[in-house]
Antibody, heavy 120, light 107 residues
Framework: QVTLRESGPALVKPTQTLTLTCTFS??????????VNWIRQPPGRALEWLAR???????YYSTSLKTRLTISKDTSKNQVVLTMTNMDPVDTATYYC????????????WGQGTPVTVSS | DIQMTQSPSSLSASVGDRVTITCRASQSINRYLNWYQQKPGKAPKLVIS???SLQSAVPSRFSGSGSVTDFTLTISSLQPEDFATYYC?????????FGQGTKVEIK
């Protein structure tokens, strides 16, 4: 069955770089159409999409955050990594990875999320 | 970026009520509209894709309709397990964008 699991630090200091890993199983990111996304949700607030990487290594980023984000994949390890530079307390959120079967489909499988707090 | 606007932001309803949530896109998105249900402390769950396609294992009391810019999620008879926050999301073009959410609470 399809599963995704996020991992990374629970606490980062302001100005530090956050690195999150999404480890997945039950599908291959080398399959045509497959994409993995990162989405976050600050406490009590709405969902915000961050980045996407496609089966063919195309990458897409949030308009407002693109200067701070980098997404990459390791197909052999079934992992997708997101880095976010210059972290700020407003970046405190639960970070999710989620799969889509094609660029225009819905997020059909999600990880359980990993909470990240930005504080000195 | 395409803006998604949901209404209402919250509603109170009783078990058995018919509930309707609307979502409007700032430009045409054809039928590339998805609905998610999120319960506290849990990841969102896809309930409807492509405006009206019910996901497997989602009860038939959920339905979606609409096209172009205006969309609706309807729960025909609200059940206790349906109390949650619902989000719409457009997948027409990158970046994908979400509505601000509608919290369905018990009256």
């Amino acid at each position: 069955q399809v599963t995704l699991r996020e991992s990374g630090p629970a606490l980062v200091k302001p100005t530090q770089t956050l690195t999150l890993t999404c480890t997945f199983s039950g599908f291959s990111l080398s399959t045509s159409g497959m994409c993995v996304n990162w989405i976050r949700q600050p406490p009590g607030r709405a969902l915000e999409w961050l980045a996407r990487i496609d089966w063919d290594d195309d990458k897409y980023y949030s308009t407002s955050l693109k200067t701070r984000l980098t997404i990459s994949k390791d197909t052999s390890k079934n992992q997708v990594v997101l880095t976010m530079t210059n972290m700020d307390p407003v970046d405190t959120a639960t970070y999710y990875c989620a799969r889509i079967l094609s660029p225009q489909s819905g997020f059909d499988y999600w990880g359980q999320g990993t909470p990240v707090t930005v504080s000195s | 970026d395409i803006q998604m606007t949901q209404s209402p932001s919250s509603l109170s309803a009783s078990v058995g009520d018919r509930v309707t949530i609307t979502c409007r896109a700032s430009q045409s998105i054809n039928r590339y509209l998805n609905w998610y249900q999120q319960k506290p402390g849990k990841a969102p769950k896809l309930v409807i894709s492509a405006a009206s396609s019910l996901q497997s294992a989602v009860p038939s009391r959920f339905s979606g309709s609409g096209s172009v810019t205006d969309f609706t999620l309807t729960i025909s008879s609200l059940q206790p397990e349906d109390f949650a926050t619902y989000y719409c999301q457009q997948s027409y073009s990158a970046p994908p964008t979400f509505g601000q959410g509608t919290k369905v609470e018990i009256k």
